[in-house]
């Protein structure tokens, strides 16, 4: 359960009950230089919870291409990517991470069948925006749902349901192959922005 922290998160909470099928997915998570973790790229920082989150989303979809591209700024480790994952079943998810912005952004977008899902898990907000096929005119169809939100902190939501855990000696609600799986997408992810830094010589 380590490190899945955005499950956790109220918005996020709120928001799994309506997910069916994520077809792409459009993800930002930006935010200032920080003074710590310099001792690692933005990638196993950052972008592994966007990772995680989609994967997760998806299902149980293997990836079928990786595209990423990412530069160190400041640091001597990659400070801002890009990474383009496809799926089997053909969704795709366009994620940006950096950690060299002017501002902390941690957005996620993403299109299903019949609605437009707005997630932000700074702010903790979720919509789910979707057409009413049985109006009499498409625009007039347009419906903003604002997911009712229950602002519990993410990190005590996540220690609380390690606790349960143990008392009850139930399994945990987020699997070490879960880990694995976000890990390992991470690594691919790395790998790709690697061989395009030696094409760029940076």
Not at 20 to 45: A, C, G, K
Not at 162 to 182: H, Q, V, W, Y
Request: one cysteine or more; charged letters at 25%.
């Amino acid at each position: 359960m380590v490190g899945q922290l955005e499950r956790f998160n109220p918005a996020m909470v709120a928001l799994r009950p309506h997910v069916t099928r994520p077809l792409y997915f459009e993800i930002h998570r930006v935010s200032p230089f920080p003074n710590r973790s310099l001792d690692v790229d933005v990638v196993l920082d950052v972008m592994i919870h966007d990772l995680d989150a989609i994967q997760w989303l998806v299902g149980d979809v293997k990836v079928s291409e990786i595209r990423a591209v990412g530069i160190p700024v400041i640091s001597d480790k990659v400070d801002a990517a890009n990474a383009r994952i496809e799926f089997e079943n053909g969704t795709v998810a366009n994620i940006t991470a950096s950690r060299i912005g002017t501002e902390k952004i941690r957005k996620t977008r993403f299109y299903q069948t019949n609605s437009y899902v707005v997630l932000d898990y700074a702010t903790k907000f979720a919509s789910v925006t979707s057409l009413n096929p049985e109006a009499a005119h498409p625009l007039a169809g347009i419906s903003i749902n604002r997911l009712e939100i229950n602002d519990i902190e993410p990190l005590r939501a996540e220690i609380t349901a390690f606790l349960d855990c143990l008392e009850n000696k139930t399994p945990p609600p987020i699997s070490g192959e879960d880990g694995r799986r976000a890990l390992s997408l991470a690594v691919g992810v790395l790998d790709k922005i690697e061989a395009h830094r030696l094409r760029l010589d940076v």
